[in-house]
């Protein structure tokens, strides 16, 4: 008589030990509780005195940049669980892992400045989670076209507040380029790894949700 190889009554230590540290990163990201490997690009670079206006003006560019970066973390996360590529999820898990950095570095350059964080942060978290889902079940090619859009959004985003802040604030102004650089790399790195094209109506509506998103964070 045949018999069948018993199931396990519980989920492997694998999958409770990766369900436990992707709820931690969610968590950390909504709450603004970040770890930084990499030390700030701000680090060593002067604090110049600032009017209130300008300082007003870059907390709330600093305030959108981490709403990014809180998205690419959500987006990351759920590109990850659906990606079928070993090498593909790897390299999705390491870009967010990097990314980290921008959100501890943006949320201490907002509180420096004298600003806030969003308070939106959680539905901006759900939001992106889906999408980053849904664009891993369309299958890893339109997974990573979805990934190197979204980062060639952000780097010309990020360039256009690079041309924003004041002048004068030398440390915001580091932290950006430094994450412009990095968004950069991980574009490239999509590409790559041979990312599909993104049809344009898709580029559009990716790019009026991102404009719906940064306009509520500059204010919320």
């Known amino acids: 008589m045949e018999t069948r190889a018993a ?23 909504v709450a603004g509780v970040h770890r930084a490997a990499r030390s700030s690009p701000a680090e060593g670079v002067a604090e110049t005195e600032l009017s209130e206006a300008q300082r007003a003006h870059a907390a ?49 350059r907002v509180h420096e400045l004298g600003g806030r964080l969003s308070l939106l942060n959680p539905l901006w978290y759900a939001g992106a989670l889906a999408m980053g889902i849904g664009a891993g079940l369309l299958g890893d090619r339109w997974n990573l076209a979805f990934l190197a859009e979204t980062e060639a959004q952000v780097e010309e985003h990020l360039g256009g507040h690079l041309e924003s802040l004041p002048e004068a604030d030398a440390r915001s102004r580091a932290i950006v380029a430094q994450m412009r ?33 940064t306009t509520l964070a500059h204010r919320i």
């Open 60 to 108: 709330a560019l600093m305030r959108v940049n981490h709403v990014g970066e809180v998205c690419a973390q959500a987006l990351y996360q759920g590109q990850s669980l659906t990606a079928r590529d070993a090498s593909n999820r790897a390299a999705l898990e390491q870009a967010a892992l990097e990314e980290e950095d921008h959100l501890a570095w943006s949320a201490e």
């Open 181 to 213: 650089t990095d968004e950069a790399r991980h574009r490239r790195s999509a590409v790559a790894l041979g990312a599909a094209e993104m049809p344009a109506p898709v580029k559009r509506v990716m790019r009026v949700a991102a404009r719906v998103m």
């Open 7 to 29: 199931r396990p009554p519980y989920p492997s230590l694998d999958c409770v030990d990766r369900a436990v540290n992707e709820f931690d990163r969610a968590l950390r990201a």
